[in-house]
């Protein structure tokens, strides 16, 4: 089986899969994270060796983030940061920090048009999930070939 294949069916599984916690972020502010590690692993042990730090690095965005909401006293969530983690690992670094970057910017978007239209404020709490998994489904698009 070729490993476009591969890749392909892994970028459906984790878009799917960010689809199903968006709506159970949205809803209830508490996502699961079984299921993004069991992907995330399965999708590096896919990836073989030869793919190792590809794989690892595509992580990092996510340590990261989990590292912020350790120093910022839980204001991001630690679920974010491990979705984002094992997330990373499905797609590779490059993905990974474009789909964080991207994710972001559309918090960032929706936050200030929000606050402008006095809709929001600045204690207001939003779910990331939805976010990624928009960043997710265009990187994964621009990526498909």
């Known amino acids: ?13 984790g878009g799917c899969m960010l689809l199903y ?5 949205i809803r209830s502010r508490q996502v699961p994270v ?26 990092l965005p996510g340590m990261i983030l989990l590292g912020i909401s ?11 940061g491990l ?3 094992f997330t990373g690992l499905m797609v590779g670094w490059k993905a990974g920090i474009e789909i964080i970057l991207i994710s972001f910017f559309l918090v960032f978007i929706f936050s200030l048009s929000g606050m402008i239209l006095r809709r929001l404020s600045r204690k207001t ?6 976010f990624y998994c928009g960043a997710y489904m265009g990187v994964v698009v621009v990526c498909w070939k």
């Open 1 to 13: 089986m070729p490993w476009d294949w591969i890749q392909r069916g892994i970028w459906i599984a």
């Open 21 to 25: 916690l968006s709506i159970l972020d």
């Open 34 to 59: 079984l299921l993004p590690v069991i992907l995330g692993c399965v999708s590096g042990v896919l990836r073989g060796p030869h793919m190792m730090m590809e794989t690892l690095a595509g992580a």
């Open 70 to 80: 350790f120093l910022c006293r839980g204001q991001i969530g630690v679920g974010d």
């Open 83 to 85: 979705i984002t983690a």
């Open 125 to 130: 709490v939003l779910p990331f999930i939805p």
